[in-house]
C-alpha cells in the first residue's frame, strides 16, 4: 500500500503516487475492460483528443501508459513488438523515443 514516503527519494514517491492515481482514476475505467494488444493507436489518439485537459495532461496521461505497456513488456505479459503508444500522436504532445514500446 502506498501511504508514507519514504525520507530519501520522495520525488520518486511522489512520481509514483501520481501513476498510480492516474492508473486507477483514469487509465482503469477507460481501458480496463479492454485486451491490450487489441487497442488501436487511432482509438488512444481519439480518446485523448476527447479529453477536455490540458496538452500536459494529455502527455502525462500517455506516458503512463507507455510505462504500463512497457512494464508488461518486461514481465512478459506483452509480446515486445506491441507499439500502440508509441504510433499514437496527438496535438499537444508526441511520441518520444523515450515512449517506444518496442526495441
Not at 72 to 93: D, K, R, V
Request: hydrophobic fraction near 40%; proline fraction near 6%; glycine fraction near 6%.
Amino acid at each position: 500500500m502506498l501511504t508514507d514516503a519514504p525520507a530519501q527519494g520522495e520525488a520518486h514517491w511522489l512520481i509514483l503516487q501520481l501513476y498510480v492515481q492516474i492508473v486507477n482514476d483514469v487509465l482503469v475505467p477507460r481501458w480496463g475492460t479492454q485486451v491490450a494488444v487489441r487497442i488501436k493507436p487511432k482509438q488512444i489518439k481519439s480518446w485523448l483528443k476527447s479529453l477536455s485537459v490540458e496538452p500536459g495532461t494529455r502527455d502525462k496521461y500517455k506516458t503512463v501508459m507507455g510505462t504500463v505497456y512497457t512494464f508488461a513488456q518486461s514481465e512478459g505479459l506483452l509480446p515486445l513488438a506491441s507499439s500502440t503508444i508509441q504510433c499514437t500522436t496527438s496535438q499537444g504532445f508526441h511520441a518520444r523515443p523515450s515512449m517506444r514500446l518496442s526495441r
